[in-house]
Nanobody, 124 residues
Framework: QVQLVESGGGLVQTGASLRLSCAAS????????MAWFRHAPGKEREFVAA????????YYADPVKGRFTISRDNANNTAYLRVSSLKPEDTAVYYC?????????????????WGQGTQVIVSS
């Protein structure tokens, strides 16, 4: 049973940066894909970024390209999301999600492993 635990959220001002972490345990990640989603009040859960664990190939949603960076640390089974130049519209609960296999999907239904989420609030 894979467990994902996020951390690193907080209350920041517009333009600030944060590094979100997602620690994975309980599985093997040689063929695994991990993604970050966010869920803002009144909106559907939204794809943010994803990474293939084995190759490190990354994918981003258009609204965050150039501002967010996804990465992973193989030795520590941890994925990161560096969020920069934050805007109030980035305010949301950020979730990491994972799936076995290397395919990348942007819909939440394609991911079977989920963390509990970490809150990011950006004040104007």
């Amino acid at each position: 049973q894979v467990q994902l635990v996020e951390s690193g959220g907080g209350l920041v001002q517009t333009g600030a940066s944060l590094r979100l972490s997602c620690a994975a345990s309980g599985g093997t990640f040689s063929s695994y894909a991990m993604a970050w989603f966010r869920h803002a009040p009144g909106k559907e859960r939204e794809f943010v970024a994803a990474i293939r664990w084995s190759s490190g190939n990354t994918y981003y949603a258009d609204p965050v390209k150039g501002r967010f960076t996804i990465s992973r640390d193989n030795a520590n089974n941890t994925a990161y999301l560096r969020v920069s130049s934050l805007k109030p519209e980035d305010t949301a609960v950020y979730y990491c999600a994972g799936r076995i296999g290397s395919d990348i999907y942007t819909l939440p239904k394609n991911y079977g492993d989920w963390g509990q989420g970490t809150q990011v609030i950006v004040s104007s």
